[in-house]
């Protein structure tokens, strides 16, 4: 396998700038490639050489094939990181560059294939003894069977695209007497967003937290997970926080999950970096949901708990490197992932793009920000709105949590409206902060954390963190707590800047 020499990275933002960070550290040139809209954004300054791709539409720049196999082929990069989303999952994209002789870092196409088509997906884990959400694993052929189905497995059930994913073209049906117009809505839907019409039911699983084990293959047949991501904090279906490990995963768990992760991964001949998904019902059962065969946005909460760079890897496995060690990593101290998004809460999260004047982002020790934007940057309105992830390390959950308070309370964004003080609010829960929300939390507690300024939010989160601290034997934590309260607690546990002035 030949060693690569230049990497274009074919992806825009903070993904694309992170991946050219380690190509940098690896020593290999990397390419950007930018649309009109892009032409001065970050990622496009910050690769070695650009190439514009195409008009600000999606279609017609980051996800046309040819216009990135072009790019390669004009600035001689012999490699292709698809970051996330755009090509990523794309098996036409794998096999045009694998065609075009160049290495895609990432999955084999088949295993694309294999776990793309979610009903195909649920039966090749149910074959690998993979445990599935209860449901079905063939399409029905009319809405009468699927009524048959939910009758058989009871309400309420899940109506799912099996084109879909992502929580895209899901219907929840709480009564046989919406089963009609649920079907024939989720099938035009699957239709019309997927081209595939194809609808698979599951039973409906009550307030599951959402957590996914990173696993990690090479080509030469070794497989590990690198432990869970707890993803339970959504709002429509898109992650807001995440971390790991997750706290209510026991030692046991992370086990059996991590096992039954590397089995899914090894079913499908999977190389390279892959998260498989799972379901966690109130009774700690724990089902497959779909694989995601690419490196997830989330993936810092993962590097700072096992000291790995994952695109390192991604790099070092697609020029058929071996994974450099085939046991499973424990987790070491505790993970915090926010995404930054250029919106606006209070406006029913609109988009907020715009010109950004100023920003300061937060710094110190363990924290991290991934960052597609600068001081003068207009945000455009065409892409995804996340323009940031803030991650923050500590040896544990409670002082992860304190240190991600204080990173959010520096971090200052101007000209554009930010979920910022939303994320504040939603790392001071005590619902977060005890560590057991599930997929609800946002969703219910939603009006809370809109932020009307809530005093009494700050004392009983910071009351409910002591003595949660104290339950788990944190002592340490929980001397904080209620100093942090009365605002007295000394500078170095929470690094607010001119407390000692107080102390
Ligand atoms: C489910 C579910 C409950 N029961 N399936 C599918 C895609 C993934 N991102 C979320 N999905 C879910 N599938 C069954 N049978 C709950 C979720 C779910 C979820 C659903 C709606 C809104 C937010 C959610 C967050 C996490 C999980």
Redesign the pocket.
Known sequence: MARIKKVLVANRGEIAIRVMRTCRELGLPTVAVFSEADRSALHTRFADEAYCVGPAPSRESYLVIDNIIDAARRSGADAIHPGYGFLSENPTFVRACEKAGLTFIGPPASAMDAMGDKVRARTNMMKAGVPV???TTAPFANVEEARTYAKSIGYP??L?ASG?????G?R?VDREEDLDSAWRTARSEAMSAFNNDTVYM?????Q???IEIQVFADMHGNCIHLNERE??A????QKVVEEAPSPIISVEMRKAMGEVAVKAAKAVGYVGAGTI?F?VDAKRNF?F??MNTRLQVEHPVTEWTTGIDLVAWQIHVAQGGVLPFVRPVQPRGHAIEVRVYAEDPATNFMPSPGKIDSVRVPSGPYVRDDSGVYPGYTVPNVYDPMISKLSVWAPTRMEAILRMKRALSEYSLKGITTNLRYLEHIVSHPEFMKGDYD??FL?REHQKLLGEKNEKLTKASLIAAAVYAHQRGEKQAASIAPAAAAGTVSTWRTGRPNSWKRS
């Open positions: 959400v209860p449901g059930v899940m799912k879909g994913g992502g929580g895209k899901m929840r599951e039973k409906f699983l009550d599951p937290h959402h993803c339970s959504q709002r429509r279906n998904e379901l089902y949901l779909e997929t609800g969703p």
